[in-house]
């Protein structure tokens, strides 16, 4: 893919971002798995269903958090022709 925004960068003089986010929450949060999961635990906070076998780990970020990213990364990217950024912890 990186290939593939690179040409189009090269061809047609553009500067990109490219940004990938953590599963992303917050407030308004309306569907996705992070939101079943807390629409499962209000309507039965005594249960808790666990799926797989419990060595997954995920990654969020609040959406304020993912904003400020956003800003910082488009700061940082000024006068490059391209940049990539993860935004999430880091698991090993």
């Known amino acids: 893919m990186q290939n593939l925004i690179n040409a189009y960068c090269n061809l047609y003089g ?13 407030p308004r949060l309306k569907h996705g798995v992070t939101h079943d999961f ?3 635990l209000y ?3 005594k249960q808790l269903e666990i799926l797989g076998d419990c060595t997954q780990k995920r990654s969020y970020i609040y959406i304020d958090d993912a904003v ?5 990364a488009y ?3 000024a006068g490059k022709r391209i940049e990539a950024f993860n935004v ?5």
Do not use: E, M
Not at 68 to 72: G, S, W
């Open 14 to 26: 553009l500067k990109v971002v490219v940004f990938r986010c953590a599963n992303v929450v917050g």
């Open 43 to 45: 309507k039965n906070p």
């Open 75 to 77: 700061n940082v990217a």
């Open 68 to 72: 400020d990213a956003t800003i910082i």
């Open 88 to 92: 999430g912890k880091r698991t090993a």
């Open 38 to 40: 807390i629409v499962k």
